[in-house]
């Protein structure tokens, strides 16, 4: 069975610094994955998305991921946080053989420091 | 342009008592829909999924239920709730076939 295992339950980073978020996925052959955030009592938003095919991809808001199949990882960055990026991130990977579910690991909430 | 509504923005309910929330997608005819629901602090649990209305596939018991009335319309329901249901619920919708969710801003549900 698909899963996806954030082992950051928490990240504290100062506005400026450097971001990285760790995902890593257990899946059967290629899988499709995301991020998405959620901000504080909001609804979740996509990121960014890895269909197969260039390793590293770009998102939103300077966001980017780079998938890693020999690591079964698809870890976040971003070079520069700002305050607003306070929220929680989820990593996900999709199944397209059923039904298309979208499987979710725990998030990662990120706290940003002035 | 494809809008997701979900209604309503929160509600605070007694134990006991019945639920009705809803969720409708403009712009998009035959979507794939989805219920999913996050506890407090926790991650997100597919709970029902439709390809087709009038078809409801439950993924995660929980004692609600889930239809399907329109096309453009997914319903999430129980008679009785239970203190266990509170939490963050979101509804979602991808075209068939393809992985891209779209989520709605979510329903806030609190059990008292």
């Known amino acids: 069975a698909q899963s996806v295992t954030q082992p950051d339950a928490r990240v504290t980073v100062s506005e400026g610094a450097s971001l990285q978020l760790r995902c890593k996925y257990s899946y059967f052959g290629t899988p499709y994955l995301f991020w998405y955030v959620q901000y504080p009592r909001q609804g979740l938003q996509l990121l960014l998305k890895y269909y197969p095919g260039d390793p590293v991809v770009q998102g939103v808001n300077g966001f980017e991921a780079e998938f890693s199949k020999s690591n079964s990882s698809f870890h976040l960055r971003k070079a520069s946080v700002h305050w607003s990026d306070w929220a929680v991130y989820f990593c996900a990977v999709s199944m397209w053989s059923a039904g298309n579910k979208l499987t979710f690991g725990i998030g990662t909430r990120v706290l940003v420091r002035p | 342009a494809q809008t997701i509504h979900q209604w309503p923005v929160a509600e605070i309910k007694a134990v006991g008592s019945p639920l009705s929330l809803g969720c409708t997608i403009k712009?998009?005819?035959?979507?794939?829909l989805y219920w999913y629901w996050q506890a407090t602090g926790g991650t997100l649990q597919q709970l029902f999924y439709?390809?087709?209305?009038?078809?409801v596939e439950s993924v995660v018991q929980l004692n609600l239920s889930a239809s399907r009335p329109k096309d453009d319309q997914f319903i999430l329901s129980t008679e009785k709730l239970l203190l266990s249901h509170s939490g963050f619920y979101l509804c979602?919708?991808?075209?068939?076939?393809?992985?891209?969710?779209?989520f709605g801003s979510g329903t806030r549900l609190l059990v008292i």
């Open positions: 979602a919708w991808s075209l068939a076939g393809n992985s891209d969710y779209t």
């Open positions: 712009g998009k005819s035959s979507p794939n």
């Open positions: 439709s390809i087709t209305v009038g078809q």
